[in-house]
């Protein structure tokens, strides 16, 4: 074969692989199409726990860490800047509208080690279960920066609601 038959070739090869990177990705948020973030702020009069800096890293299906949602502002991962108040998390993305899980959609806070193509040291990443619109229960792995994760969750753990389980 000859040099150009070769470059031919691998030019080929390259279109039909980035062709299914964007056909899969289409489907994806197809799939997800249903699921959203609660955008909005924090309720008047609501007090602030704690904040933290970091990078946001996934959200996921429930105890699937390596099933990326494409909930729309929360498909690609991110610096972040999170907010613990008596109401919720607030999460604040560059270019996306603030986000904010109230206390009522929490389901579970944790630390994990692994999600979707981050692995980092045992437990440093935070793992915030909440319930979507719909009632998906999802994860979101968050990263602390300045902070460990142990302190983000001990930040969160106060306004979960008793009583609820994944």
């Known amino acids: 074969m000859s ?6 070739v691998m030019i080929v090869v390259a279109v039909a692989l980035l062709g299914a ?7 994806r948020t197809r799939r997800d199409a249903g699921l959203s973030t609660p955008i909005g ?3 008047a009069g609501a007090r602030e726990l704690a904040a933290f800096s970091g990078l946001y890293v996934a959200t996921t299906r429930h105890d699937e860490p390596l099933e990326r949602l494409a909930i729309r502002g929360l498909a690609f991962r991110s610096r972040a800047e999170v907010r613990v108040t008596d109401a919720g998390v607030v999460l604040d993305l560059p270019g996306q509208p603030r986000m904010l899980l ?3 959609r929490l389901v579970d806070i944790g630390q994990a080690s692994v999600a979707i193509d981050r692995v980092v040291e045992r437990d440093g990443l935070a793992r915030v279960s909440w319930r979507t619109d719909d009632g998906t229960v999802v994860d979101t792995y968050l990263r602390p920066q300045g902070a460990s994760a142990r302190a983000l969750v001990d930040a969160i753990r106060p ?8």
């Open 3 to 8: 040099r150009e038959g070769a470059l031919v």
């Open 21 to 27: 990177l964007v056909w899969a990705w289409m489907r």
């Open 41 to 43: 702020d924090v309720p």
């Open 102 to 104: 109230p206390a009522d």
């Open 159 to 166: 306004i979960l609601p008793t009583g609820d389980a994944a």
